[in-house]
């Protein structure tokens, strides 16, 4: 089946330290996109990579790095410089169509 | 700022009544409107999109379009228990996936 696979479901981060989050699909979707949950928000974008080798920073890129090396793959890096890093953290993709796809999500917590 | 609000909720109805979800949003250019239903610690799923004026009906879901007004609804006819979730709304645009905004969501209960 296609889908967009997230792991781990739960992280923990310690100080100074970063966390990576992955993130598979196997739907062919040229884009794919990071975006943040926190309570009581919406989604907000933190980066976005329409084709291989490219990415660009969403609304709140700063304290996380992406890289996009595969078309199925698009890593996302929790550095220490992000000093509020607990949130639910959700991988997106989709097609040439505006319709977004999510995984499952990744929760992130600090110890 | 382009910003899409809705009613925090929650919205409790009963058992097989209809459930109404309200969305306005500020960008009077977008042009495609979405809803998300999203379970407690789960991903969102899509469940409507509408992109002209009026409503569109898909099953038990209704969602409705006012663009000169800038509201966007979700109906939900028969609710069931399993309907209760938090419904998000979120808006394109220009059809661009990076060119979603997203409300805060409205957290349903249909009480049994």
């Known amino acids: 089946d296609g889908g967009i696979t997230q792991s781990p479901k739960y992280l923990f981060r310690k100080e100074g330290q970063n966390v990576t989050l992955s993130c598979e699909q196997n739907l062919n979707h040229d884009a794919m996109y990071w975006y943040r949950q926190d309570p009581g928000q919406g989604l907000r974008l933190i980066y976005y990579s329409q084709i291989v080798n490219d990415f660009q920073k969403g609304d709140i890129a700063e304290g996380y790095s992406v890289s996009r090396e595969k078309k199925e793959s698009f890593p996302l890096t929790v550095t220490s410089a992000q000093k509020n890093p607990t949130a639910f953290y959700l991988c997106?993709?989709?097609?040439?169509?505006?319709?977004?796809?999510f995984g499952s999500g990744t929760q992130l917590s600090v110890l | 700022q382009k910003e899409v609000e809705q009613n925090s909720g929650p919205l409790s109805v009963p058992e097989g009544a209809i459930a109404s979800l309200n969305c306005t949003y500020s960008?009077?250019?977008?042009?495609?409107f979405f809803w998300y239903r999203q379970y407690s610690g789960k991903s969102p799923e899509l469940i409507m999109s509408?992109?002209?004026?009026g409503d569109k009906e898909d099953g038990r879901f209704t969602a409705q379009l006012n663009k000169a007004s800038q509201y966007v609804s979700l109906l939900i006819r028969d609710s069931q228990p399993s309907d209760s979730a938090t419904y998000l709304c979120?808006?394109?645009?220009?059809?661009?996936?990076?060119?979603?905004?997203f409300g805060p969501g409205t957290r349903l209960s249909v009480l049994p």
């Open positions: 979120a808006v394109n645009m220009n059809n661009y996936g990076q060119n979603f905004v």
């Open positions: 960008d009077r250019g977008s042009q495609s």
């Open positions: 997106a993709s989709s097609s040439r169509t505006p319709f977004l796809f």
């Open positions: 509408i992109y002209s004026n």
